[in-house]
């Protein structure tokens, strides 16, 4: 495995206050080295079925991965960051997690320029 390339992992808190009211949603992110990798057709065939679209699935160590749902990653320095939803996080040996993530809709990643410097 390459850890070579670079993402930004996002995690979106939903909470509540003492009065049962929702407060705002805060994000904590985090740059880690992932490991980039395609889609297989098994696994893009059987979440077409699910009426999901796999886009790319990245490898991230579990050491860094703590349930985020976001996942933000440039191609190149130059790119403009895209999201990625993680629709589906699982490890075999429990060393490394496999995120099969998801284009996230547009506006999620609408301001994000420059979030990854």
């Known amino acids: 495995m390459l850890w070579r390339?670079?993402?930004?992992?996002?995690?979106?808190?939903?909470?509540?206050d003492d009065d049962g009211y929702k407060t705002p949603q805060t994000e904590t992110r985090r740059e880690v080295f992932v490991d980039v990798?395609?889609?297989?057709?098994?696994?893009?065939?059987?979440?077409?079925?699910?009426g999901t679209e796999i886009a790319l699935v990245f490898l991230v160590r579990a050491a860094d991965y703590d349930g985020e749902t976001l996942v933000e990653y440039?191609?190149?320095?130059?790119?403009?960051?895209?999201?990625?939803?993680?629709?589906?996080?699982y490890t075999k040996a429990e060393e490394v997690f496999e995120l099969n993530c998801a284009l996230e809709a547009a506006?999620?990643?609408?301001?994000?320029?420059?979030?990854m410097k």
């Open 107 to 115: 506006p999620r990643s609408v301001g994000r320029k420059g979030s």
């Open 5 to 16: 390339d670079v993402a930004t992992l996002v995690k979106v808190v939903k909470e509540t």
């Open 74 to 89: 440039r191609k190149t320095e130059t790119d403009e960051p895209t999201a990625y939803r993680v629709v589906r996080a």
């Open 37 to 50: 990798r395609s889609v297989k057709r098994s696994e893009f065939y059987a979440a077409k079925q699910a």
